[in-house]
């Protein structure tokens, strides 16, 4: 059983409702509720976001209602926190359509074969990570997880950033290092679980062949802000990345312990 948190930002100025309608039927028809649960948490909704969510509670097991926008990794936060002993984590986002049944099973399947991965996700069409890139950051490595005759052979694609569109995190992984974090309100809360992951013995890869394709068509002034926001705060990003490969900073985080 896998707990799958999603968070969901719908503005009148982002116009992604649309994306989440499609997002969740997209859900429906692909993952199994009878072995996996559902849960949003949702830090900006119209109307309309509303009536979305309504309409699919009966593959919505939970749904936390922010009162402001907490950013991407304290959304999921209350999500994480959720969660049964030896269960799973998948952070989806709220635009993308994914077209494999059984997507899921499989991610957990590749845990369960291999418990050394620390988070494994699904591979968008636009990444440029591939075995062949010149640029070792992007460089990735195909392999062939631990087989046991009479069952299929599962390739995987060994990668040390796991860009976070669709995301599963072992719950050993979480066990040693808790919730998201990130910086700001968006951004890199991928990236830094996915050195936490390494810093903690555990490697990260995709599956790359689960079709999938993200939606997002967010207007030019949503994007310039993403993008500014991100740049502002990528100094601040560097340095916890390094603090916590020094051993200067923890990799565990729990914004839930009371200071």
């Known amino acids: ?146 087989h046991t005759p009479g069952h299929k052979w599962i390739i995987i694609e060994e990668s040390y950033d796991i860009i976070g569109t669709c995301t599963m995190f072992n719950h050993l992984l979480l066990d040693k290092v808790g919730y998201s974090f990130q910086p700001g309100k968006y951004g890199f809360e991928d990236n830094l679980m996915c050195h936490r992951s390494k810093i903690s013995g555990f490697y990260n890869c995709f599956i790359p062949q689960i079709d999938l394709d993200h939606i997002d068509p967010s207007a030019p002034s949503y994007q310039e802000w993403k993008q500014k926001h991100s740049g502002d705060l990528f100094p601040e990003y560097y340095k916890l990345v390094h603090a916590m490969i020094s051993g200067e900073k923890s990799v565990y985080y729990n914004p839930f312990i009371e200071k």
């Not at 936390?64 to 969660?83: H, S």
Request: glycine share 4%; hydrophobic share 40%; proline share 3%.
């Open 1 to 146: 059983m896998s707990l799958i948190a999603m968070a969901v930002y719908s503005t009148e100025t982002n116009k992604k409702d649309e994306c989440l309608a499609k997002t969740l039927k997209s859900l429906d028809s692909t993952v199994d509720f009878g072995k996996h649960r559902l849960m949003l948490s949702v830090n900006g909704a119209t109307e309309v976001t509303k009536r979305i969510i309504h309409n699919n509670r009966d593959i919505i097991s939970k749904v936390f209602w922010n009162d402001e926008n907490l950013g991407t990794a304290e959304a999921i936060n209350k999500i994480i926190r959720e969660r049964k002993p030896n269960e799973h984590v998948i952070k989806k986002d709220d635009d993308l359509v994914i077209h494999n049944v059984g997507w899921a099973d499989l991610m957990e399947e590749c845990i369960s074969i291999d418990s050394k991965i620390g988070v494994i996700g699904l591979k968008r069409k636009d990444l440029i990570q591939c075995p062949w890139h010149e640029d070792p950051t992007f460089r990735t490595k195909l392999t062939l997880l631990p």
